[in-house]
């Protein structure tokens, strides 16, 4: 029996990675990142399909490309690649700012709207996207990252509800992620005052680590999360 598809996108590291290594044995996997070399090696049972989302031509493809090539057994999609360039607003170049716009949330949105054609055929399916803490706290110097987090839980809240409105008997359910400050390269480069700062702001008094986040997803797609819909989950030690 074929083992149900699951989209990583951002696959290569981080988080990433992290899952796709939670998923490899239940699923057949299609590991995404921006561009093929980024894997060093994939099992032949799993997929490679890679774009460099801050190019319009490259995403448009690419949704094509999951139409066409694993639109009759997708199951799931994981939103998880993004970006970050951390500053001050107003020193921002407006190419990060674009980067940031289109790899962290036109191109979930435009993902997100290829599998809900798929699963508006099949009947079934699950889309998770990868927030994080500062959509909802806010963060200095992240912004426009924290903009688009926040955009990402709208994004699933919003899709819940239109799933169910265009299909009355179906099982699609669409939910987001928002994890707190996790031990990832994109956390490596934050000055160890700040890592300190918040440190002292999480009960659980750790980080947390990319497998905590890994764990949940796996959860998420399984049949015992069911009835978890539209909602975003916070997955943060209890950051306040």
């Known amino acids: 029996m074929n083992k149900k598809k699951v989209l990583i996108t951002g696959a290569s590291r981080g988080l990433g990675l992290a899952i796709s290594k939670k998923l490899a044995a239940d699923y057949?996997?299609?590991?995404?990142?921006?561009?093929?070399?980024?894997?060093?090696s994939?099992?032949?049972?799993?997929?490679?399909?890679?774009?460099?989302?801050a190019d319009d031509k490259q995403l448009d493809d690419f949704c094509k490309r999951l139409k066409k090539e694993h639109g009759d057994d997708l199951y799931a999609v994981i939103n998880n690649a993004g970006v970050t360039f951390d500053k001050p607003l107003n020193f921002q170049p407006e190419r990060e700012i674009d980067a940031m716009l289109k790899v962290n949330?036109?191109?979930?949105?435009?993902?997100?709207?290829?599998?809900?054609?798929?699963?508006?055929l099949s009947g079934t399916g699950v889309i998770i996207n990868i927030s994080s803490v500062v959509?909802?706290?806010?963060?200095?110097?992240?912004?426009v990252y924290a903009a688009t987090?926040?955009?990402?839980?709208?994004?699933s809240r919003s899709l819940a509800q239109?799933?169910?409105?265009?299909?009355t008997e179906h099982n699609i359910r669409v939910l987001s992620v928002s994890p707190g400050f996790v031990e990832t390269d994109m956390t490596d480069s934050i000055p160890g005052t700040i890592k300190e700062k918040?440190?002292?702001?999480?009960?659980?008094?750790?980080?947390?680590?990319?497998?905590?986040?890994?764990?949940?997803?796996?959860f998420l797609l399984s049949e015992k999360a069911s009835y978890i819909?539209?909602?975003?989950i916070h997955i943060n030690g209890g950051l306040l």
């Open 229 to 232: 819909n539209g909602t975003n």
């Open 28 to 40: 057949t996997l299609i590991l995404h990142a921006s561009k093929e070399e980024s894997f060093k």
């Open 135 to 143: 959509g909802e706290s806010g963060n200095a110097f992240q912004s």
């Open 198 to 218: 918040y440190l002292n702001l999480i009960p659980a008094k750790r980080f947390g680590k990319a497998d905590d986040i890994a764990d949940t997803i796996a």
């Open 162 to 167: 239109e799933a169910a409105a265009l299909n």
């Open 105 to 120: 949330l036109r191109a979930p949105i435009l993902i997100s709207k290829t599998a809900m054609k798929i699963f508006g």
């Open 149 to 155: 987090k926040a955009g990402l839980v709208a994004l």
């Open 42 to 53: 994939v099992d032949k049972k799993h997929h490679v399909l890679c774009a460099d989302f």
